[in-house]
């Protein structure tokens, strides 16, 4: 047993907090005598990061804050949203040791006018700055305008309240997490938007040696979750792809099967490469790995040299 204090590290934003505190309830659920402590880790305190990482995206700077506060014993665990992990560049004393049992995937239409996307007028004005749902939503409607939307979800619906935009695109485990839903107006369907890896799952991170925390993280860990997710990232991993790619990925079960969906999309939407695989999760790198081949050779490496 774990007998320290188990510190876990969080960004501080008010969806990282709530995710953090639901690993620390799951843990308390199987380990009641557990002692842990947030850490949340401020913007500011990256500022060293920030210019060692330059390179790095926004999300890209808070996930390495969080790995190097368990590099250097500031914390033992690290909560992240799956998605937003980059798929390579993790620093090779860390895993990912467990997934939670994933939410919903999928991405939500929310707007304060509009019930579904198909009732969205001509020319309609949507927020996102996802490459991957630009690229399926102009696919599915090329006379919709899309325009960039910044910042946590918060700031995104106070956007949406303000009138600049139509209707937005976020995700909807996020909008569950922060007690949102009532505000989603439709879930879309995989058929229309394919979501990003990962999407609606929380991560654990902590260190490769770590023994002990490692066993009790396995006792939270969602084994078909786990698996799923792995689906997608090594899918994701092949295609040399970026957290700025248009793609999408998706992996479920089926009968004890796995069934791996990806789709490579241009910006403008005019093309979407989409396959799936179906296999044994025991295979679930050949399979990431010939979905890939069968998407690059059928026009997705075209489509992700021009990007
Ligand atoms: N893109 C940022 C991001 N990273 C994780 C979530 C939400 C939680 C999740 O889907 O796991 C979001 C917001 C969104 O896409 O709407």
Not at 2 to 12: D, S, Y
Not at 153 to 158: A, D, G, H, P, Q
Request: with cysteine.
């Amino acid at each position: 047993m774990f007998k320290q204090i188990l510190k876990i590290a969080t960004r501080n934003s008010p969806l990282a907090l709530i995710q953090a505190r639901y690993v620390q309830q799951k843990l308390y659920s199987i380990y009641p005598f557990l002692r842990t402590e947030l850490i949340p880790i401020q913007t500011h305190e990256t500022s060293t990061i920030i210019n060692k990482w330059k390179h790095y995206s926004s999300k890209g700077i808070f996930i390495k804050a969080l790995e190097i506060a368990l590099l250097e014993y500031k914390a033992d665990i690290a909560i992240h949203s799956v998605k937003d992990i980059p798929i390579i560049n993790m620093s090779k004393n860390l895993q990912l040791s467990a997934i939670l049992k994933r939410g919903n995937p999928l991405d939500a239409l929310i707007s304060n006018v509009y019930n579904k996307l198909s009732e969205l007028p001509k020319n309609a004005l949507i927020g996102t700055s996802s490459l991957r749902r630009k690229s399926q939503l102009l696919n599915y409607r090329n006379d919709f305008i899309i325009k960039p939307i910044y910042g946590n979800i918060e700031t995104r619906l106070k956007k949406l309240d303000e009138g600049k935009y139509d209707a937005i695109i976020l995700s909807t485990e996020g909008m569950k997490r922060l007690k949102l839903q009532k505000r989603i107006k439709e879930i879309i369907p995989l058929e229309i938007s394919l979501p990003s890896c990962g999407q609606g799952a929380i991560g654990i991170q902590s260190r490769k040696k770590d023994q002990k925390i490692n066993a009790l993280l396995k006792q939270i860990n969602d084994k078909n979750s786990f698996l799923r997710v792995q689906a997608e990232r090594f899918l994701c991993l092949y295609l040399n792809a970026s957290c700025h790619s248009p793609i999408g990925s998706y992996a479920t079960f089926k009968d004890n099967q796995i069934i791996l969906m990806g789709l490579v999309g241009t910006i403008d939407g005019k093309t979407i490469i989409r396959r799936q695989k179906l296999g044994n999760h025991i295979d679930i790198k050949k399979i990431s790995f010939d979905l890939a081949k069968e998407l690059l050779q059928n026009g997705a490496k075209n489509i992700l040299h021009a990007i």
